[in-house]
């Protein structure tokens, strides 16, 4: 007499993992994807009585080439007139976004701005197991994803009108050491304009 009692208790968490599991599914592709957010705060860093400073901190926008809705929001960010951006990485998504993300970033790179590289920006995304999330940390990192072009655009300018400076890979391999010194740092990356 429990057996069917168990059986119908495991077949409704099995469905409501489902739903739930579909209901994530579309609130990550349908809404998400698509919900591009600004947040405000204002942060009393400064001393007394300095001009206040509008900094604009850009991350994980993970684009697309066809993403022309992101790239509208991100150029409309100039709007707000940032005196400094900051973009933090996770820029690209796809083999060819270079382009397409610096036509969205546009009159932001007329900006003063730092940036840092995420890992999206180094390596081609490819689909994980989810479950290795919620494991254990054990320090490896697969980076046998492809390569992201050599040659990346970085979102600053160098003072003149319409230049953009440019970074070329001198060298790189996945086996690069997980915390480079300044120096192996400095000997990686060439900037031209």
Same mark, same amino acid.
């Given at each position: ?6 059986? !119908? ?15 994530? =599914?579309?609130?990550?592709?349908g809404w998400e994807v698509r919900n591009f957010v600004v947040r405000r ?32 929001? =991100? ?8 005196? %400094?951006?900051? &973009?933090?990485?996770? &820029? ?15 009159? %932001? %790179?007329?900006v003063p701005g730092v940036f840092v590289f995420g890992s999206n920006d ?5 689909? !994980? ?5 919620? =494991? ?7 980076? &046998?994803?492809?390569? %992201?072009?050599? !040659?990346?655009?970085? =979102? ?18 996945s086996t690069a050491p997980r915390s480079p010194s300044p120096e192996s ?9």
């Amino acid at each position: 007499m429990a057996a069917p009692s168990i059986t !119908r208790t495991l077949a409704g968490v099995a469905g409501l993992g489902a739903v739930a599991g579909l209901g994530t =599914l579309a609130y990550s592709a349908g809404w998400e994807v698509r919900n591009f957010v600004v947040r405000r705060a204002a942060i009393a860093a400064l001393p007394p009585g300095a001009q206040p400073i509008k900094v604009l901190h850009v991350t994980d926008l993970h684009l697309v080439p066809r993403q022309g809705r992101k790239r509208a929001w =991100l150029a409309s960010l100039a709007d707000l007139e940032p005196d %400094l951006v900051i &973009n933090t990485g996770d &820029n690209l998504a796809h083999m060819g976004s270079v382009a397409p993300l610096v036509e969205g970033f546009g009159r %932001l %790179l007329d900006v003063p701005g730092v940036f840092v590289f995420g890992s999206n920006d180094y390596f081609s995304p490819r689909l !994980r197991n989810p479950v290795k999330y919620l =494991l254990p940390d054990d320090g490896e990192r697969n980076v &046998n994803s492809p390569m %992201l072009p050599s !040659r990346i655009c970085a =979102l600053s300018s160098n003072g003149t009108a319409g230049s953009i400076s440019t970074m070329h890979l001198d060298s790189w391999s996945s086996t690069a050491p997980r915390s480079p010194s300044p120096e192996s740092t400095t000997r990686t990356w060439s900037t031209t304009t």
